[in-house]
């Protein structure tokens, strides 16, 4: 389903045929930028947690270091494939939603952006691969906090153990409840909840950043060099930046 959704972005930005020049310029950073909605992407595009989450996977599969070659090979694709689709819809929605003076105010209104494909149907389609997008993204981020948690408390760290599996479930079942107590029209929380994630992601990465260089925990071919250094330098320097912003918004009622 989310397959058939991104053949019809894609199919659906053929046919508006964006205007060039003005995508280019839309690449340049510019005043009155949405910050809240900037972190809140950040949050979701930079997903730490599923970095850090791939260390259980690998454990739970058995791989090794003969294995790196397939794991760089599967996070290279998955990083090519969420850009490329994060691209396409922004770009689909610039050229259809923006000239039309939409303003996205619910899942519905974004589904207008492919009625140029696919005119009444839009709807229901976008509707049918949202879901099906937010049912597995809600599974695995579940049980990204259930296993992270369980094994904080020592109660295993296998997708097999009951530890991860419990917590993960309470995970899903608390989201799932506040969603529905959210109302018909949660888009304000889904984005509220993305930039409230950026308050403890800096600290994993920072985290990583040391376990990638420490002597006793990875061997001298596997270290990062510089280049890989500098990289996560920039990103954690990013992650910090807009974490202190946001727990400045967050604060910024208490001191008034």
Known sequence: LVGLMILCFVGDLLMVRPDL???????????????GLITAISAT????AAAAFQAYL???????ADDLRKGLRDVIIGIVTLGSITAVIMITSAAVLKPAGIAV????DMALQLEPLLGRAARWLFLVGLWAGAFSSFIVNAMIGGTFLADSLG???????????????????????????AG????????????TTILGVPLMAA???????RRDVMSTALRNGL???LIGGLGLAWLLALSLRQAAAYLKPLWN
């Open 21 to 35: 020049p003005a995508l280019a310029r839309g690449l340049w950073p510019s005043r009155g930028l949405d910050m």
């Open 45 to 48: 595009t930079l997903s730490v």
């Open 58 to 64: 690998v454990q739970s599969k058995g791989w090794t």
């Open 105 to 108: 105010t619910s899942a519905a």
């Open 155 to 181: 109660w295993g760290s296998r997708l097999s153990d009951r530890g991860p599996r419990l917590l993960g479930s309470v995970v899903m079942l608390f989201g799932a409840g506040v969603a529905m107590m």
């Open 184 to 195: 018909r029209n949660p888009i304000q929380l889904l984005v509220m909840a993305q930039a």
């Open 207 to 213: 985290v990583m950043l040391i376990l990638a260089n």
């Open 227 to 229: 280049a890989s250094n």
